[in-house]
């Protein structure tokens, strides 16, 4: 832009309209945030106004009924080591299809990328069959190995399409001074990857960290549930108590804000990418 | 002989480089999907190994016998309408609103993305109180009659508050995209226009709307897919109640195979469901080729 546009009444008026609407989104979080720190008898009488009191062991309470640092270190446990298995092989496979464009490794190519319009709802009836045959079932890393099987088509696909402006010559001078097919791809290309690894390493984790049907059939051991899981179960157990089930909500949306907040240039940046490629 | 232990080399590097991915693959996705198949047609409870062939008996039930699955179907199809116009139609006016140079536009960027980093099922219970306490309480102190209804305790009331909810939450997301379109757009063009003396608003018809359809066809089946698939929301919100006014088909086939355990009856929910979300899919997909042709 050459020149600085002029800040303009229409575009103030425009500014006060959007703030508006953006304190709108924002009502649902005060509602919740300030209810979770008042007695129950205050929060029955008036929903809307602040607290007559500060009622912070609500939070002590529910961290304990939650047993919070159990569900927190699953659901990161889980996360984290789904989102290195699934980098590792997706990269892998997507770097062999593209280089050696065999008619098999067309054929698996056009298998994976077609597999993602099953949604996941329509073939969960067998897969609970299956986890149970294989001994995935009620353990973290079974449902590690789940996610390896639901993620790697999305995952396969995108690194697919941004290996293809990876030069070749790189690759070839390397063999050349006697690199491994191992040495190419985890010294040298794998590094190039970077940008789209952590795109895939936050689209993944968003969905990972959130998801909910996927443990709930997984996942019946109560010492293994995922932040989700644990709140759905609290849900269950304290519907009207209203005052503990606020503040387990918030400590249940907390790290996932927070995560947001911290690298929300590359969440937006690779929505935005993935969009115009997808 | 150096030609063969190089073929073995080959067939080595490709078990190596591809075959983790294909196993997970196969084991979760492919093998499922087969044996879903082979379920819908018969009568397994998921229990007892005792799994009776029943030909195309299930699918005779869901189209002609099944009234629970015909109104969880029809609220689907319904909410998704109403979902997708509201939410693309927020999220582009909200972009709109953030590519005009604000002082504030990236928290404000900031603000309307926050409800999509969280789970659905938490923004379900988060609602719920909204809806239930919070509503009431704004009800009392305005006496603006919209506040004071019966917040899901009607099936109308429980619809529009699905569908608000996932306003809410997915304008924010569809905005992103629409706000990397419309930045893409060549400066050339609506420099020319400008120059040429178009009016705000033809600047939108005849600039901005073309310029962006391939973003409008993304977010539009995006949209789609999301609320077809709607189940995290839908169980903590309104369980589909009441009276099952609105149970989704995802949480319809959850329950068929894992509440009444009929999973043959489940599988061949599914198997149904699976043809319509392919079908909405690959019209996605050709669409978009289509109009990609055309820019």
């Known amino acids: 832009m050459d020149q600085a546009p002029k800040y303009t009444s229409r575009l103030f008026a425009l500014e006060i309209a959007a703030i508006l609407i953006a304190l709108v989104f924002l009502v649902p979080f005060y509602f919740v945030v300030v209810n979770s ?39 990161f446990v889980i996360t984290f080591l789904a989102n290195a298995g699934l980098i590792v092989i997706s990269a892998m496979a997507a770097y062999r299809i593209l280089r050696r464009p065999s008619r098999l490794n067309r054929v698996l190519f056009a298998l994976f990328i077609s597999a993602m319009v099953i949604p996941f709802q329509s073939i969960m009836i067998p897969l609970v069959q299956v986890a149970s045959k294989t001994g995935l079932m009620d353990s973290r890393l079974g449902l590690v190995a789940c996610y390896f099987g639901f993620g790697v088509s999305l995952n396969l696909f995108l690194y697919h399409g941004f290996m293809k402006s990876i030069p070749l010559e790189i690759e070839e001078s390397a063999v050349v001074d006697g690199c491994t097919p191992f040495g190419v791809f985890w010294r040298i290309v794998f590094p ?31 010492d293994l549930r995922t932040i989700p899981l644990q709140t759905y179960s609290f849900f269950g157990q304290y519907t009207k108590q209203w005052d503990l089930a606020l503040a387990g909500l918030v400590l249940g949306v907390a790290p996932m804000v927070a995560f947001f907040l911290m690298m929300q240039k590359h969440i937006i940046a690779g929505i935005s990418a993935g969009a115009v490629k997808g | 002989m150096p030609h063969r232990s190089r073929r073995m080399a080959e067939t080595a590097l490709q078990l190596v480089f591809v075959g983790p991915a294909l196993l997970f693959f196969c084991l979760l996705v492919f093998v499922p999907f087969l044996m879903s198949s082979y379920y819908s047609l018969t009568d397994w409870n998921g229990v007892t190994s005792r799994v009776v062939w029943t030909g195309l008996d299930n699918f005779r039930q869901i189209f002609l016998h099944d009234d629970v699955f015909r109104t969880s179907f029809w609220f689907t199809a319904r909410y998704t309408l109403a979902t997708v116009l509201l939410a693309n139609a927020v999220g582009f006016t909200l972009a709109l609103m953030l590519t005009q140079p ?20 938490l923004l379900g219970f988060i609602w719920s109180f909204i809806f239930v306490k919070g509503f009431a309480a704004v009800g009392d102190w305005t006496g603006i009659g919209f506040f004071q209804l019966p917040w899901l305790g009607t099936a109308a009331t429980a619809f529009w508050g699905m569908v608000i909810v996932s306003v809410w939450q997915m304008s924010g997301y569809l905005m992103v995209i629409y706000i990397a379109a419309i930045l893409n757009m060549p400066r050339e063009l609506t420099e020319a226009a400008k120059i040429d003396g178009a009016g705000r608003f033809q600047m939108l018809k005849s600039i901005i709307i073309p310029l962006v359809m391939p973003a409008f066809t993304v977010c539009l089946f995006l949209a789609i897919s999301w609320s077809f698939k709607v189940f995290d929301l839908n169980l903590s919100l309104t369980k589909g109640g009441p009276f099952g006014s609105t149970e989704s088909v995802a949480l319809n086939i959850y329950k068929e195979a894992f509440q009444n355990n009929r999973y043959g009856l489940g599988t061949a929910k599914a198997l149904v469901f699976f043809v319509i979300v392919a079908a909405l899919t690959s019209l996605q997909v050709f669409y978009t080729k289509r109009k990609e042709v055309e820019i």
Request: hydrophobic content about 55%; glycine content about 4%; aromatic content about 16%.
């Open chain 1, 192 to 222: 190039l990857l970077k940008p789209m690894t952590i795109t895939i390493l936050l689209l993944n984790s968003l969905w990972i960290w959130n998801d909910f049907l996927l443990p709930l059939l997984v996942l019946h051991h109560a």
């Open chain 1, 37 to 75: 720190v008042k007695g129950f008898g205050d929060l029955m009488r008036n929903a809307a106004g602040w607290p007559a009191a500060f009622r912070w062991d609500n939070y002590t309470k529910v961290w304990d009924i939650m047993q919070f640092p159990m569900a927190f270190m699953n659901s």
């Open chain 2, 102 to 121: 604000l002082k504030t536009r990236n928290w404000l960027r900031t603000v309307f993305f926050l409800p999509n980093v969280i789970a659905g099922l």
